[in-house]
């Protein structure tokens, strides 16, 4: 089955790999969140699970049209995919949630979703989910859950299964996807051959259409107000990383005092997957920024790698900090350069109770492409605005962008 490979691009790093550990825990980052607006809510970066550069939120989700609701807490927040995903240990079992069914055959409707750490397995439910001041009711959300029926071989052949030692391997509670794409699979999911989803009749599981209307979608589209968009702001990182760093997300687009866009934003339309086209080491690759990866994941043999002693991982470890430099185009024309600098990852993950890093980065591409993924150290000392169209037909109206403010 072919999945959408170059947008579902969570991939997370354990903090430490072969070095360090112990330390202070070093300085803690953080953007003030003093008289917070009910449309913004704290994310915090922290390692809770064993992960550096991880940014979590924590949401309230309730058994729909009920007041029985449960808050879970460390749920990754990840541009670079659509919708919200539980693990199955993290959603108490009092909610009582019933597994939706899908409308071809009116069985168990269940997804497969792969990311760049792996693939998520499980069936979808609904939730009434609050996260700041915005309410999504009656959303349609994936349960990860390896136990739930016969994982189909299409599925456990993609890669790694991500629940199979809970967060510890699932990198948190939870994802919550907030990619510009309204829903996780768009009309690629309108065909069996491309679809990410299932109809599961007892254990058997087999692929098939799903309409946009019944797949997962991004929960900001459901929300009564601020449905538009949303923003992340990050302070920056010093050398050495931070034991924790805050920053906020703020949701909608323009809609409020404290997201309007300024006109110094630099601002890049995008496909409907949230890619843009990226120009690297001279090379034509999709380009996006994703904080669900908690590295840089480019491709340049001239940058010397870490020792097998650190990582058998395709880390950078230069001798001197160096400075690389990309240009994006957007799908209207419009060109921006981007510039960020490798560290040694080794030195820098030196002490391995600090979370947050800005410099890292491994040689390789992601699904084994060239892309060029902006992981959550370039999120830090930068405000980034992710702009959603507004319907499904983007061919007209708003179009899908990311802005960025430094």
């Known amino acids: 089955m072919k999945k959408l490979m170059a947008i579902l691009t969570f991939a997370l790093v354990l903090a430490g790999c072969g070095g360090g ?56 927040v ?64 994936q349960i990860v859950d390896d136990s739930f029926a016969s994982i189909p071989a299409d599925c456990s052949s993609e890669g790694p299964d991500m629940a199979a030692k809970g967060p510890s391997s699932f990198g948190g509670n939870g994802l919550i996807g907030l990619n510009v794409m309204r829903h996780d699979c768009q009309t690629s999911c309108q065909s069996p051959a491309a679809s990410m989803y299932y109809d599961c009749a007892g254990s058997t599981c087999t692929g098939i259409a799903v309409p946009l209307a019944e797949q997962v979608p991004n929960p900001v589209i459901d929300f009564a107000t601020d449905n538009n968009g949303m923003t992340l702001n990050f302070p920056a990182v010093a050398p050495g990383g931070a034991g924790t760093v805050s920053g906020t997300m703020t949701f909608g687009v323009n809609t409020q005092s404290n997201n309007m866009l300024p006109a110094t934003a630099q601002q890049m339309t995008t496909t409907v997957f949230g890619e843009v086209t990226a120009s690297f080491n001279g090379l034509p690759m999709p380009g996006f920024i994703d904080s669900g990866s908690s590295a ?20 950078f470890c230069p001798a001197a900090p160096t400075a690389l ?16 600098t490798l560290v040694n990852t080794e030195s820098e993950l030196g002490n391995g109770s600090n979370a947050a890093h800005e410099g890292i980065g491994q040689n390789m591409g992601l699904f084994g492409a060239g892309v060029l993924d902006l992981g959550e150290p370039f999120v830090y000392g930068k405000r980034i605005t992710f702009g959603m169209p507004g319907s499904d037909d983007f061919s007209t109206g708003t179009q899908p962008f990311f802005a960025i403010q430094s």
């Open 78 to 141: 990840d541009t670079g995919s659509s919708g919200l995903r539980l693990l199955r240990s993290a959603v108490p079992a009092s909610l009582g949630l019933a597994n939706a069914k899908d409308s071809a055959q009116g069985n168990t409707m269940a997804e497969c979703v792969e990311f760049g750490s792996g693939t998520a397995w499980g069936p979808i439910s609904k939730v009434d989910l609050k996260i700041a001041g915005e309410t999504a009711s009656s959303l349609p959300i």
């Open 325 to 340: 430099s990309a240009s994006l185009q957007s799908e209207t024309g419009a060109t921006l350069g981007v510039s960020f």
């Open 296 to 315: 840089y994941f480019i491709v340049d043999p001239s940058i010397s790698q870490c020792p097998s002693s650190f990582s058998s991982a395709p880390w």
């Open 21 to 76: 550990g112990g330390g202070s825990g070093g300085a803690v980052s953080q953007i003030s969140s003093q008289n917070q607006a009910a449309n913004s809510v704290n994310v915090t970066v922290d390692n809770k699970f064993g992960f550096v550069n991880a940014p979590y939120v924590t949401v309230t989700i309730c058994a729909p049209g009920t007041g029985n609701c449960a808050t879970i807490d460390h749920v990754l």
